[in-house]
C-alpha cells in the first residue's frame, strides 16, 4: 500500500481550503469533517470566487441533537461555509436527520447515500480530523462502528469523548473507498495521535491508522507542532514559508 503523502505546512487550513475548493469545482461528492481546525478551513474555501454548486457535501459524522444545536456539525458547515456562498454558487449540504435515533439516523442517511451515489458509493474526497485519542470521524476505539464492513452509515450510541451524546459515523468501508482523504491536523496536543496513525509502522489500536483508502490517495497536512513525533524521513514536504494557492479568494489581488 502507498504511504500517506505527509505534507507540514505553515497553514494547514489554507492548504485544505485550496483542495476543497478544487474537487467541489469539479462537482464531486466530498465528506466533511467537525471540529475546529476543518472550521477554519471552511471559512477560507467560503472566500472563493469560484462556482461550488455542482458538489455535494457530506457529514463524515454527526451528533444526534437539534440542527440548531451549537454542537451541532451541520449547523457549523453552514454557518462557516455554505451560507456565507451566495446560492447560485453553493454546492447542496445532505443533513442526517436527527430526528431519529443514532440507528435510524444511520440508516437513513446510508439509504440517501445509495440514492444519490449509487450502489456502491464512492467519495471524491474526505476531510478528516484526528482526535488525541486517535479517532477520526465518530470511529473511537474500541467501539463496534470501528469494526462496522457492511454499512455505509452506522450509528455510535455512545460516544467516545465529549460531547457524550449519541452520534452518526460514516464507515471504514466508505472512507476507504474514497478516490481521496485528507487528515487535518493542527496543534501539539494531536502529535503524539499524529504519530500513533501515520507513523513508522502506525499503531493500528489507533482508529484513524485504519483509514488507508486502498484505490486512493492518503494526504495528511499538519502543522509543525503537530508533526514534532513524526520521524523526518516519513515526512514527505517539510514546512516551507509559501505555498500554491489553488484559487483566489474574494479581496485578494489577482
Known amino acids: 500500500m502507498t504511504p500517506p503523502d505527509i505534507r507540514v505546512v505553515p497553514d494547514p487550513a489554507a492548504e485544505v481550503a485550496d483542495l476543497l475548493v478544487d474537487v467541489a ?17 471552511y471559512e477560507l474555501a467560503a472566500q472563493t470566487d469560484a462556482d ?26 453552514r454557518e462557516s461555509l455554505t451560507d456565507r456562498l451566495p446560492e447560485e454558487r453553493r454546492p447542496r449540504l445532505m443533513p442526517v436527520d436527527t430526528s431519529f435515533g443514532p440507528d435510524a439516523a444511520a440508516a437513513a442517511y446510508e439509504a440517501l447515500l445509495l440514492d444519490t451515489i449509487g450502489r456502491h458509493p464512492r467519495l471524491d474526497l474526505a476531510l478528516m480530523g484526528l482526535g488525541p485519542d486517535g479517532h477520526t470521524a465518530s470511529l473511537f476505539p474500541g467501539k463496534p462502528a470501528l469494526s462496522e464492513s457492511q ?8 460516544a467516545g469523548m465529549e460531547p457524550m ?14 478516490r481521496e482523504v485528507v487528515f487535518l491536523v493542527a496543534g501539539g496536543d494531536k502529535a503524539e495521535a499524529v504519530a ?45 514559508s509559501g505555498g500554491k494557492r489553488a484559487g483566489r479568494r474574494r479581496g485578494e489581488a489577482e
Open 25 to 41: 469545482c469539479a462537482g464531486g461528492h466530498i465528506a466533511l469533517s467537525g471540529g475546529s481546525t476543518p472550521k477554519h478551513a
Open 52 to 77: 461550488l454548486s455542482a458538489a455535494t457535501l457530506w457529514l463524515g459524522d454527526e451528533r444526534v441533537v437539534p440542527l440548531d444545536d451549537e454542537r451541532s456539525n451541520l449547523r457549523m458547515v
Open 151 to 158: 454499512r455505509y452509515a452506522v450509528g455510535v450510541p455512545a
Open 165 to 178: 451524546v449519541p452520534r452518526v459515523s460514516l464507515t471504514l468501508r466508505l472512507f476507504n473507498s474514497a
Open 196 to 240: 500513533r496513525a501515520f507513523g513508522t509502522p502506525p499503531d493500528d489500536s489507533a482508529p484513524a491508522a485504519m483509514v488507508r483508502p486502498g484505490a486512493g490517495k492518503l494526504i495528511v497536512v499538519l502543522d509543525e507542532p503537530a508533526a514534532a513525533e513524526l520521524a523526518s524521513e516519513a515526512v514527505t514536504s517539510p514546512a516551507r
